[in-house]
Nanobody, 121 residues
């Protein structure tokens, strides 16, 4: 059973930066793509960013492209989301997700508990 634990959320002002981290348990971390999703109040969960098993391929939602960067450290079983130039519309609970396979297009099947990010204007 894979466990994903997010950290790094908080309350910041617009224009600030935050770095989210996700620590994963399990020996197969380096074999799977990883991703970040978010859910704002009253809205459905949406894709934010994803990274392939090796880190060689990444994907971003248009709304965060150029501001957010996803990366992973397979030696430490961690994936991070660096968020710059935050906007109030980035306010949401952010979830770490484990891919069903090594590539991003394989979908995601395991989720963390989430970490709250609140951006004030």
């Amino acid at each position: 059973q894979v466990q994903l634990v997010e950290s790094g959320g908080g309350l910041v002002q617009a224009g600030s930066s935050l770095r989210l981290s996700c620590a994963a348990s399990g020996r197969t971390f380096s074999s799977n793509a990883m991703g970040w999703f978010r859910q704002a109040p009253g809205k459905e969960r949406e894709f934010v960013a994803a990274i392939s098993w090796s880190g060689g391929s990444t994907s971003y939602a248009d709304s965060v492209k150029g501001r957010f960067t996803i990366s992973r450290d397979n030696a430490k079983n961690t994936v991070t989301l660096q968020m710059n130039s935050l906007k109030p519309e980035d306010t949401a609970v952010y979830y770490c997700a484990r891919g069903r396979g090594p590539i991003i297009l394989g979908g995601f099947g395991s989720w963390g508990q989430g970490t709250q990010v609140t951006v004030s204007s």
